[in-house]
């Protein structure tokens, strides 16, 4: 499948709608680029787990750490619950 679009004075791109259909996408869906080379790749982001390792980072949480900031957003989000 391939398709053409042309970029705005905006920086913009509209995705032609047969990608758009054949990936499900719509208003708001989020894309992460990338650049392997020569090529600029799109990838839909559909959920929080396809953005798993998008970020870099040089900061290595321990275990211990993980947990305590796990149990921080759980006790955030629902001590406003009630």
């Given amino acids: 499948m391939n398709g053409f679009s042309t970029i705005t004075q905006k920086g913009q791109v509209a995705i032609p709608k047969a990608i758009r259909n054949h990936f499900r996408l719509k208003a708001s ?11 600029i790749i799109a990838k839909p982001i559909h959920s929080i787990d396809d953005m798993y390792g998008i970020i870099k980072t040089k900061k290595v949480l321990s275990k211990k750490e993980i947990k305590k900031a796990i149990r921080q957003a759980v006790v955030t989000k629902y001590a406003n619950r009630s």
Wanted: no cysteine; charged share 25%.
């Fill in 29 to 39: 869906d989020k894309i992460h680029f990338s650049v392997r080379g020569n090529t």
